[in-house]
Structure formats: C-alpha cells, structure tokens
C-alpha cells in the first residue's frame, strides 16, 4: 500500500510541475513576468514565480517534501500557505489566465479575490 502511495505522490508532483510551467509561459504571453524552474529532468521539484504587477511577488514551490504558496508585497511577506490550501490559491492565479485579466487590472492580493 505504501509503495502505491508513493507512486501515486511523484506522479501527483510530476503533474504539477508539469501544470507550472504550463501557467508560466500562458502567464508570459498575457505580459506577466513569470518563470518556472525545475531541478534535473524527473520533474520532481519546481520553482515558479511570477510577478502580479512592480512589488507583488507570487512565488510556489513543489517537491516530494511539501508545497508552499508564499505572496509578498513590498518585499513583505503577506501570506504563506501550504499543501491543499496553496494549491487552492493557485487555481485563483489561475483564474486570471483564465479570464484574460492584465496585470495592470490586478491590484488586490489574490487572497483577497
């Protein structure tokens, strides 16, 4: 059981990697500056980040270790969340993509959408 669990983890995180550097370069086309970044080619970890207008910083990271959703403004950091709740506030970024919202339109913290 536990070996199937494991699996089903890694390709969990392959997945959302895979879905990072998706959002990364949709991000990119719609005039966001954004990046992710992965370590060695397993796709086992990724850093992606992405700027939401000048001083409003997202940045996300996944690995076999944890998942952390982290937003600051101002080089503060504003909120921090993890596991389930991080990958909630993700498909919020996600949802800008989704409907074409400019950065200059996006001036609240997402967890205040």
């Keep these: ?24 370069i ?15 080619g397993q796709m086992n970890s990724a850093s992606f980040m992405v700027s939401l207008a000048e001083n409003h910083l997202i940045r996300f990271l ?8 982290t937003e600051m403004r101002d ?3 504003l909120m ?11 498909q919020e970024l996600a949802n800008l993509v989704k409907f074409q ?4 339109e996006q001036n609240l913290t997402l967890a205040n959408t």
């Design 1 to 24: 059981m536990f070996i199937r669990l494991a699996k089903q983890h890694r390709q969990f995180v392959q997945d959302l990697v895979m879905n990072l550097q998706a959002l990364a």
């Design 26 to 40: 949709v991000l990119e086309r719609q005039g966001y500056l954004a990046s992710c970044y992965t370590c060695g």
């Design 62 to 69: 996944v690995s076999d270790y944890g998942i952390t959703w």
């Design 75 to 77: 080089d503060r950091e």
């Design 80 to 90: 921090k969340l993890e596991g389930a709740e991080a990958i909630s506030q993700l």
């Design 101 to 104: 919202i400019k950065p200059s």
